[in-house]
Every structure is written in C-alpha cells, then in structure tokens.
C-alpha cells in the first residue's frame, strides 16, 4: 500500500495520506503540531470567517498563526460569497504570505449559523457560487481545496456533478464526508457513495466519515481515496495515526505503536502547556480532558484517574495531578496497550 500511495496530493506534497481533519475549536496549532508528531502528513486550521478576517476581527487574524513543526497546513475558509471569500484571501495573503500549503473552502458544515451566512453546506444549494468560489481562490498560486457533504435529493445537481463542476472550475482536491447536511453527525457515513466518487474522479477525492479503525482508512484509500481526514476517531483516540501508518505498510517509531504511560502522559502536558501558552489555561483544560477520555486504552488505573482528573479544574492543578499520576497505574507490567 505505502509504495501506491501518491506522493502529491490535490497539489501538496505528502509523507502519508493521513491527514487531520479541519475541526472549529479543536484543530488550533499546539493541537496540530501533537497530531503531525504522531504521524498526521497534513493539518487543517479551523474554519476561519472570511467575513471575521475582512472586519479585522483579532480573534479570527489569530487564527491564520502557525507554529514550529506543523507544516504542511491547510487553511481552510467558510464564507457565502465569492467577494467576501476573495477578500478573505487577500488579507491572508497579506498576513499569512507562505505560511500555508493550501487553501479550502467549508461547503460542508451544517451548522445553523454558517448556513445562516449561505456558508458551509448551503453552497451545495448554489453550485454557481461554489464554482465561482473556487475559479476566485485559483488566482492566488495555491492548490484549492473544498470539502463537501452528500447533496441531498432536493439540491439541485447530484453530488457527482457538483463534484465535476468544482473540479472544472479547477479544484485541486475535494474531500466528500458521506453524509448529507441534514444528518448532521447522526448516523453512518455512506462510505460507498465517497468511494464510488474516487473511482469516477481518479487522484481526486479524499474521504471522511467514522473514521474510527486502522481498518476504515485502508478500506477508502483501497477504494481510490487519494487521502482520509481523521476527526473525531483522531480525537477519540490520537494514536490512530501510528497504527494506521503502520497497517499502511509505512516504518512508525515501536514507541508510538506501542505508547507507554510515561510517554502518553508527556506528550499531554507538553501539549497542555502548549495550549495554554499558544491559547489559555481553560482550553488547555477542556483539550486535554478530552484526549484523556480515550487515551490511556486498557491500562488498569485509568479509570481512576480519569474520573480524578474531572474534578480537578484549571489548567495548572490537572498538570499537578497528571505529572505525580504514576500511582494510579498499579499494574506496571502493563505498559502497553492492546492494539
Ligand atoms: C468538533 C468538530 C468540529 C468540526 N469542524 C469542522 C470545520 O471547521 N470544517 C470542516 O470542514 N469540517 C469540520 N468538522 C467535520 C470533520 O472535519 C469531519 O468531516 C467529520 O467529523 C466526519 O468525520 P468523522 O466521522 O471521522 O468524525 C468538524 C467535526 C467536529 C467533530
């Protein structure tokens, strides 16, 4: 599989095809820089507001930062129209000049206040303005990116036309999750309609959509998906990106296979204090609660200290408790978890 896999996707050049998903509040550069050390070939920002960027919002110019050790980075914008999408683009330019591997567009997010702006998912009900978004972001020497949902029986083109249409309109890459706008995240994504348009789309197509298992991203790169964007399966446990890479067929560090606690609970505070540098304290509280929920997968005392570590608030006394957490972990043979 290592040696099929291409070497450039959608115009940017890739170690692997797994790449992480654009997630709002989650995918900000400490977080990026944790999942590129284990193994993630790209990184996405969060969905930045071209309309934000245009105002001079200092919360939304925040979001263009990167930091050391994240590159390839995708910068991915919502925006519901072409003008305020091109303006966005300028001002990034400006700000942001070569800090980028490519641009995006969110046509996918179906959220009630992006639709509310015609952003996100709502372009799938105006193809003309998706296909002028994409012919505006060509002007700037970048590869462009979209990623689309399912269109639903009532959009006006099919999901394989809309796809055909953004790609004459010169998209790069266009990442499908498998569901329609309406499904939100509820139900199972229709795998088989995101790998029947790898195969109409040959070196065009990236999948997402539960991605949860080695397994799942095999079966879409198999299909002819060029990459697989993790989320929530990246969220729930960060270690699928070794354990893909290695059932890939690619060499991953034995220590990121097979994580030990000591190493699992460095790379927490290392990123935790990294966000609250980069971010806050309270994010680093809320990210790292939120890995600790899935990390740490079947070693005896975990529970314990999971359900200690709710309890604790603010950044810096969970750091306190994770550093002197050895304790918890009464049977020490178990180092490893079960893959
Ligand atoms: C918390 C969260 C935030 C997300 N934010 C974005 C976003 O900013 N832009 C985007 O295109 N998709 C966003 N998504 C969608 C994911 O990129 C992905 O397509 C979706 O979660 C399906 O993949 P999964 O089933 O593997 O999680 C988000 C998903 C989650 C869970």
Known sequence: MKETFPKVVGGVPLESPLI????????????????????????????????????????????LAVCEKEDPVILQFFAGDTDTLYAAACKAEQEAHGRFAAVGINMACPMPKVLKKGAGSRLLQYPDRAVSMVRALKEFNLPVWAKVRICS??????????????????????CVHGRTPAQRYSGTADKESVMKLAQLFPGKISASGDVFEPEDALQY?????????????????PFIFPQT???????????????????????????????????SPRLAEILIKRLLSGMFKGIPGIAELRRDCASFHGWN??????????HYFERRDVLCRPM
């Open 317 to 326: 006394d969970l750091r306190r408790l994770m550093s002197g957490c050895e």
């Open 245 to 279: 890479l290695a059932t890939l067929g690619f060499s991953v560090d034995n220590r990121l296979l097979c994580p030990s606690i000591e190493l699992q609970i460095s790379l927490l505070i290392e990123l935790g204090d990294h966000i609250a540098e980069m971010a």
């Open 20 to 63: 992480l998903a654009p997630m709002a509040g989650i995918t900000i550069p400490p977080m990026r820089a944790f999942f590129r050390k284990l193994g993630a070939a790209a990184v996405h920002t969060e969905m930045i507001s071209g309309a934000g960027l245009i105002r001079s919002s200092v919360k939304t110019k925040n979001m």
């Open 153 to 174: 029986d009532r959009a006006p083109l099919s999901t394989e036309m809309f796809c055909e249409k953004l790609l004459e309109a010169g998209a790069d890459n266009i």
């Open 221 to 237: 790169l198999n299909a002819g998906c060029v990459s697989v964007f993790m989320a929530r399966g990246a969220l729930k446990d």
